[in-house]
């Protein structure tokens, strides 16, 4: 079964990066798109962008200026950059496998607080 | 943008009652319409996919049904395990997007 692991600071300061990996294991990163999904507390699902083995990738027009992906095949990684965060960035993040264009398996989510 | 409208906001029933819940699509998007369940704390749980689709090993009192802008999800029989918040999802392709309901939070009576 596919496991889905996010990894990461969970503390960051205004104005700075936030970095998160994706650990994939229990199978191949190849040939699927793969998304970062952040949900603030108490509130709804947002996407922020999605990444396919080969490199492509596509984000929220909301985000986009400011979100890097990249994917690392032979480690099973993904990874995700926001730039310039704001207290408004603080989330759950979480990482997802895009299966036939909808996200299947997830990983549990990792809290990241913006924060000085 | 395809804006979703999901409705109740929230829900409260009885164990045993029919629960249905509506997703409206600002426009025409077929069937690229599934649906999730979250429990407080854990990941997006994938229910429906395709509209109509029950995800492999998922309780068959869950269901959907619908297509063009209208969805409709339903749970037959409610059960104390499906208190949970469900949120509708939907897939554009151009360009590439993917978007939420508002979700529906369902409690028990």
């Known amino acids: 079964q596919v496991q889905l692991q996010e990894s990461g600071p969970g503390l960051v300061k205004p104005s700075e990066t936030l970095s998160l990996t994706c650990t994939v294991s229990?199978?191949?990163?190849?040939?699927?798109?793969w998304s970062w999904i952040r949900q603030p507390a108490g509130k709804g699902l947002e996407w922020i962008g999605r990444?396919?083995?080969?490199?492509?990738?596509n984000y929220n027009p909301s985000l986009k200026s400011r979100v890097t992906m990249s994917v690392d095949t032979s480690k099973n990684q993904f990874s995700l950059k926001l730039s310039s965060v704001t207290a408004a960035d603080t989330a759950v993040y979480y990482c997802a496998r895009i299966a036939a264009d909808r996200p299947d398996y997830w990983g549990q989510g990792t809290l990241v607080t913006v924060s000085s | 943008d395809i804006q979703m409208t999901q409705s109740p906001s929230s829900l409260s029933a009885s164990v045993g009652d029919r629960v249905t819940i509506t997703c409206q699509a600002s426009q025409d998007i077929s069937n690229y319409l599934n649906w999730y369940q979250q429990k407080p704390g854990k990941a997006p749980k994938l229910l429906i996919y395709d509209a109509s689709n029950l995800e492999t090993g998922v309780p068959s009192r869950f269901s959907g049904s619908g297509s063009g802008t209208d969805f409709t999800f339903t749970i037959s029989s409610l059960q104390p395990e499906d208190i949970a918040t469900y949120y509708c999802?939907?897939?554009?392709?151009?360009?590439?997007?993917?978007?939420f309901g508002q979700g529906t939070k369902l409690e028990i009576k």
């Open positions: 229990g199978g191949s990163i190849s040939s699927y798109y």
């Open positions: 999802q939907q897939y554009d392709n151009l360009p590439a997007m993917y978007t």
């Open positions: 990444i396919y083995t080969s490199g492509s990738t």
